[in-house]
């Protein structure tokens, strides 16, 4: 699960890290670029993490050049979008194992095949679907927010397996 995971976040994030935008693209986006690049506030609600994050970007992937601003602030929604895969992934198989597994059964070949072909079918048909896709090659804060809602609907599922341990307080 780990290993398969980690491939199908190296597969999306380098999809959307070579098919994202040179520059910033049409809507708000110039508005993000430009508050990541000079740590202001754009328009309510203020998106302080994205500026916060993007000026990060900046720094470490644009040499803290304002031509690069926009190129380095889309890499962080490129990454971001990656790793909203990678959560989406382990979440897809968590309910396919709950779907196959009885009990705490160890599961044949088969249902691992099973298993990881739906996290894998599901993580890519999501990976290339249009609407997701645009907005993980853009600066703009909805790959971030998806990023932030994959990792906490993950953590949910991760303390459902460990809620009914010993100690799991």
């Not at 059964?105 to 894998?120: D, H, K, P, T």
């Not at 999501?126 to 790959?143: I, K």
Request: with cysteine.
């Amino acid at each position: 699960n780990n290993i398969t995971g980690w491939v199908i976040v190296l597969i999306a994030t380098a999809t959307y890290a070579l098919t994202r935008e040179a520059t910033a693209s049409f809507w708000d986006c110039g508005e993000f670029v430009a508050c990541a690049n000079e740590l202001g506030i754009p328009h309510p609600p203020g998106s302080p993490l994205f500026s916060m994050l993007g000026r990060l970007f900046i720094l470490v992937f644009g040499g803290g050049n304002p031509a690069n601003a926009a190129n380095s602030v889309n890499l962080m929604s490129a990454v971001a979008s990656g790793f909203t895969i990678l959560f989406l992934f382990w979440t897809i198989t968590h309910f396919a194992r709950k779907m196959v597994q009885k009990n705490e059964e160890v599961l044949s070949r088969q249902q691992v095949f099973i298993v990881m072909s739906a996290g894998v079918v599901g993580a890519l048909a999501y990976t290339f679907s249009d609407s997701f896709w645009y907005s993980a090659v853009e600066g703009e804060v909805y790959a971030l927010s998806s990023f932030f809602t994959a990792i906490a609907f993950w953590s949910i599922l991760k303390w459902e397996n460990q809620a009914n341990k010993p100690d799991a307080d």
